[in-house]
């Protein structure tokens, strides 16, 4: 599946697509802005510290936008707040990665009827790639979604759209629960 | 009655002596008890003697909320007075005035704690306070239509191009 | 003329005149520059902008603009009943989610004229002492990060962990636990709770040593906070801060003793403030001083409760929570004492309906942050970062 997988000939030498390369090399070096909007933001700063430690999978947050190619929209996102999010969005480089993190950002969470100032979902005004559900979402839950961006990126090369990266990965997919199953089992 | 609602009575009789019929009576109930200031331009006079009469000491402001009162057609405030190391009383005001352009004389300058309340309040309800210093809307953005905690508000359909309600 | 790289200290004076105010007296000409901090900055702790208008290095003034993360919590206070609201209580001040919950479940008791079963209280009190602790911890570790101390903030979320887990287990969530409910609380404490609250005690007592050591009594952690941002007590209690700010400026007032509520007057606890030996009373390394001392009475006020807490066979924390909550006609304004100050809510009920007409949450950062204007006069803008940090908000609770 990874790089590493690849076949290594006794003299060293690694015979792989320039694709592969890349990919490998953007994958484990996501770095996501240190964006943090509302309570999910600690549960983000949680996923960073010691006890989950992100930079295990070459996460590591930066402070400007044009040095990260993974916007966490972790929090819940005002009608005052959402200009500038568009904002940092385009002042990220290309390509960026957009994952939102928590209810909130996805669908306006516990806001969404009576909350006059909050954005019902930050899809509204940047497109999202993976959604993280929760209220807030677990730490655990926060790195599948960021293994869910790295496996997109997998699917990406060169001439490949994020489009049709998408379609593969969606083929790809895996049902849950069909895991999960198997794994009872296996320790049944 | 307890002792609190007797410590605020005592205190309200202060008040009420130096200012006669610019307060109302108080309502000495036993979960908060307030007095209304009648004469709503007295209020900063009143707010100043509070704070500094050596009997009240009314020294710091822990809330001011805003509310509308639909029914009778007034927005109004309320202060939650008490004071720290003096006497240990509390009493709550409640400063009233008409629910459209009516406005409040500000006590900012009194309490430094008012200053942002009173922003508040004016972003949620709409009231304006007479001698504010920095009258602006706080939490909401500055171009945004209605006063959101009025009881009869209308969410506005967009902002800036983006949908509001769900 | 003046060396090339060497900055001729002497064209800008800074001249204290007390009363927190300073005169800027400088030789060189200089042009004032708009300088926005936020609302994407790291030393913000959140979605708080701030517009420095700055003299070369120093702010002549910085002015907060809030707002960028209102969720209409009052809003929903009105269209939820009261039991729905506590999940609301939250996510204002999402470090310390048990002490909101319980703020405005005591306030709306006071309306309800209900009485709480003894083992509830010491529940209640041994979980909000506990979330006070890991809130606290959260503000040192990232009040270290803002002046360049990645270590403590390590350290201090191995630590709280420690804390998420129990009350994980306890409530079921890791952060925003809807724990306390009015009249009562959602579950019983599991069966071997004191055993564990009692080891991670034994566990944690060293560690704030340990803490102490590694950021308090650290030689630069101390230069960058010392004499910063000093604020005199007469003028914090006129802006109306409270909590660990209000202690900060040696004034004598913790709400759990002054204005006591649920069974603190049972507990044997100091209120936490600076030694002038230390700092200077006032300023930015007082206020974490506080926070410091503060982690060391919360355990032993566990401790304390651990001790008295009755143990009842066949427990329902449920069992006083009225079938419907319907206060009486009437208002009140209840508070707790936060990590962060005094948390209100002001209610109006018309007794007739399950929600509240209106419900009003006095927050402690709101008006904390208040006086950042008046903190921030004259001050350099390294010292802006250690004078945000130190007033440790929660923009959560700020804009509500
Ligand atoms: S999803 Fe929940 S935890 Fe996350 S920001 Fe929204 S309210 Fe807070």
């Known amino acids: 599946m990874g790089l590493l997988d690849a076949r290594i000939s006794n003299r060293n030498v690694l015979v792989t697509s320039v694709d592969n390369v890349m990919n490998w090399a953007r994958l484990s070096s996501l770095w996501p802005m240190g964006f943090g909007l509302a309570c999910c933001a600690i549960e983000m700063m949680a996923t960073n510290a010691s006890n989950y430690d992100l930079e295990r999978f070459g996460i590591f947050p930066r402070s400007s936008p044009r040095q990260s190619d993974l916007m966490i929209v972790a929090g819940t996102v005002t009608m005052k707040m959402a200009e500038k999010v ?35 979902g930050v899809d509204r005004v940047i497109p999202v790639d993976v959604y993280v559900p929760g209220c807030p979402p677990r730490p655990e839950a926060l790195i599948g979604g960021l293994l869910k961006i790295q496996e997109l990126v997998r699917m990406e090369g060169i001439g490949v759209s994020r489009q049709e990266a998408l379609k593969k990965l969606a083929e790809k997919s895996v049902d849950p629960q069909q895991v999960i199953g198997q794994a009872r089992k296996a320790t049944a | 009655m307890p002792a609190a609602v007797q410590q605020s009575k005592a205190a309200y009789d202060i008040i009420r002596e130096r200012f006669g019929e610019a307060v109302s009576e108080c309502d000495a109930n036993p979960t908060m008890p307030f007095f209304e200031v009648a004469d709503t331009s007295k209020w900063a006079d009143i707010a100043l003697f509070m704070r500094d009469d050596s009997r009240l000491k009314f020294n710091y402001m822990a809330c001011l909320s ?62 304006t306070f007479e001698g504010h210093p920095d009258h602006r809307r706080i939490l909401c953005p500055e171009d945004w239509t209605g006063f959101p905690l009025r009881k009869d508000y209308q969410v506005q359909e967009t902002y800036h191009g983006i949908k509001v309600p769900y | 003329m003046q060396e090339l790289g060497k900055a001729d ?65 009052e809003k929903y206070c009105e269209k939820v009943d009261y039991p729905g609201i506590v999940p609301y209580t939250d996510r204002m001040d999402y470090l310390a989610g048990i002490n909101n919950e319980m703020a405005f479940c005591i306030t709306v008791e006071k309306l309800l004229d209900i009485e709480i079963p003894r ?39 191995r630590d709280r962990e420690h804390i998420l887990n129990l009350l994980e287990w306890i409530s079921g969530a890791r952060m925003l636990y809807n724990y306390v409910w009015i009249g009562g609380l959602s579950y019983d404490v599991p069966a071997d ?35 910063i941002g000093i604020m005199p007590a007469d003028v914090a209690i006129n802006y109306g801060w409270s909590g660990p ?55 032993k006020i566990i401790e304390q409760c651990l001790d008295k807490m009755p143990e009842v066979d066949g427990f329902d924390p449920r069992a006083a929570i009225p079938k419907k909550i319907r206060p009486k006609a009437g208002e009140v304004y209840g508070r707790a004492e936060n ?25 402690s950062c ?26 440790d908000i929660v923009l959560g609770e700020v804009d509500r």
């Open chain 3, 193 to 227: 709770f004191k055993k564990r609250v009692d080891e991670f005690v034994t566990y944690f007592k060293p560690k704030v040593v340990e803490l102490y050591q590694l950021l308090t009594t650290n030689e630069i952690f101390v230069k960058r906070t010392k004499g």
């Open chain 2, 66 to 127: 805003g509310v509308d009162y639909m029914e009778q057609g007034q927005l109004g405030i309320v202060c939650n007075l008490e004071s720290i190391g003096g006497p240990t009383h509390k009493i709550a005001v409640k400063v009233k005035c008409a629910r459209d352009g009516g406005s409040i004389p500000s006590v900012s300058c009194v309490w430094h704690t008012a200053n942002w309340h009173e922003r508040e309040a004016y972003d949620m309800y709409g009231m």
């Open chain 1, 86 to 120: 568009v904002t940092l969005y385009e002042q990220m480089p290309e390509p960026r990665y957009v994952l939102s993190m928590g209810s909130c950002s996805n669908c306006g969470g516990p806001y969404w009827n009576h909350g006059y100032h909050v954005l019902k």
């Open chain 3, 366 to 391: 709101f008006v904390n942050l208040s006086a950042m204007k008046d903190l921030s006069k004259g001050q350099l803008i390294p010292d802006l970062v250690a004078i945000i940090g130190s007033i």
């Open chain 3, 339 to 363: 990590p962060r100050g005094e948390l209100g809510f002001y209610i109006q009920s018309d007794g007739k309906s399950t929600k509240p007409l209106r419900c009003k949450a006095r927050s």
């Open chain 3, 9 to 73: 200290l002497n064209s800008t004076r800074i001249i204290p005149q007390g009363d927190n105010r300073v005169v800027i007296e400088k030789d060189l000409d200089t042009e004032y520059m708009v300088l926005s901090m936020g609302p994407q900055h790291p030393s913000t702790h959140g979605v708080l902008r701030l517009e420095c208008i700055t003299d070369g290095e120093v702010v002549v003034e910085a002015e907060p603009y809030l707002g960028y993360l209102h969720r209409c919590f």
């Open chain 3, 245 to 299: 700010m209000l202690r900060g400026s040696g004034v004598d007032w913790d709400l759990r003793r002054n204005d006591p509520y649920s069974v603190y007057p049972e507990l044997d606890f100091k209120v936490a403030l600076p030694d002038p030996k230390f700092c200077e009373i006032g300023d930015s390394l007082a206020r974490h001083l506080v926070r410091a001392i503060e982690i060391d009475e919360s355990l």
């Open chain 3, 119 to 157: 083992r509830v209280e010491f529940i209640r009190v041994i979980t909000a002492e506990l979330n006070r602790i890991a809130s606290h911890l959260v503000a040192i570790g990232t009040y270290g990060i803002d002046l360049g101390a990645f270590t403590p903030f390590l350290f201090c979320f």
